[in-house]
């Protein structure tokens, strides 16, 4: 009897421990809340928890944001001892959560203010053209171009660059699909007194049609602007370089060359958004006046709103730098879509 009184009375202690157990609720800083007892074993490196599911949890204190001596009656319930922070419906008004949510909306209303600054533009433009030079083929194609002109500013930055997917006219009149072609250029401008500026440029081009694996070219030189208005502008000047050259097909032309260079720009905007745009590039060797190439470009520009446009251009590259092969000519007429920003 004595024995089987003895047990009656430990189970009866453990039945009631959680109802007069001093309860708490251990806050992490990472959002989540504990609820049990504090066990007199914990010390200041960590606090010990006991819990009526969990038995005892040891937790550093590093980890603890606040400890709540006595919960609500509600949390006293042994299914809410572990409440991951996405169901804190209660806990919306703590200093925690609103730090979390501020920073979100911080974080959000930063991208949704974000804006390219106002000295900057550009165009990317889709579209399709027919060549009617040594071969006749059809591309499709996208360029881009981005020019950067600070307000009060000397200096100038254009990068630019082209995509070329190419079906290419057999002599016999059979279609084939042909490699692609690209293309980048940079140029910078430093403005000088008097319209005058000083021009660098470094740009490169792969054309597997012609045979060229690659030609980089990189130039100084100095230009003039002449702006009788603000609808007309007129761009000249010369440059001399380096030309690096690689070609599949037998070409006159050596690995590494000197440049000579003829650059001339133009622009016309008689209408708000209508402009007629004009370029011309011509190089060559001076050691060898027969190495030339030159690109050609004749364009109409209407903007139909701040975001699209469509484009009309002609554009004609010539190399007579590739020995003696014959595809030497591209002239093409091009149509595109222009999307600006």
């Not at 504990?34 to 590093?62: F, H, Q, T, Y």
């Amino acid at each position: 009897m004595r024995a089987l009184l003895i047990c009656l009375i430990v189970l009866y202690s453990m039945f009631l421990w959680p109802l007069h157990a001093t309860i708490s609720v251990i806050l992490l800083d990472s959002g989540e809340r504990l609820i049990g007892e504090v066990l007199p074993i914990s010390n200041k490196e960590n606090l010990v928890l006991r819990s009526a599911l969990l038995g005892e949890v040891r937790i550093s204190r590093d980890q603890i944001s606040s400890i709540q001596k006595e919960a609500p009656e509600s949390e006293n319930k042994p299914q809410a001892l572990v409440e991951p922070n996405v169901n804190m419906h209660n806990d919306l008004d703590s200093s925690a959560r609103k730090d979390v949510t501020n920073k979100e909306l911080r974080s959000l209303m930063k991208i949704k203010k974000f804006n390219a600054p106002n000295y900057w533009s550009g165009n990317l433009r889709l579209g399709m053209n027919f060549s009617s030079g040594d071969r006749k083929y059809s591309e499709t194609y996208a360029r881009g171009k981005l020019e950067i002109k600070p307000d009060k500013s000397p200096h100038f930055y254009r990068f630019g660059g082209s995509y070329t997917y190419r079906e290419t006219e057999r002599l016999n009149g059979d279609s084939f699909k042909t490699k692609n072609k690209y293309d980048a250029q940079f140029v910078y401008r430093r403005a000088l007194k008097e319209n005058w500026f000083l021009q660098n440029s470094l740009n490169g081009r792969v054309d597997k049609v012609k045979g060229i694996n690659r030609k980089v070219q990189e130039s100084i030189g100095l230009g003039y602007v002449y702006k009788p208005s603000s609808f007309f502008e007129f761009i000249l000047g010369g440059s001399v370089g380096l030309e690096f050259y690689d070609a599949e097909l037998g070409d006159n032309q050596a690995s590494q060359s000197s440049l000579l260079n003829i650059f001339q720009e133009a622009k016309w905007s008689p209408l708000e958004r209508t402009s007629f745009v004009q370029g011309f590039n011509y190089n060559w060797n001076p050691e060898n006046n027969d190495l030339y190439n030159y690109v050609m470009t004749i364009a109409v520009r209407v903007r139909l709103t701040e975001l699209l446009g469509f484009e009309f251009s002609f554009n004609k590259t010539f190399d007579n730098d590739l020995g003696d092969v014959t595809i030497k000519d591209d002239t093409q007429w091009r149509n595109a879509l222009v999307i600006y920003f």
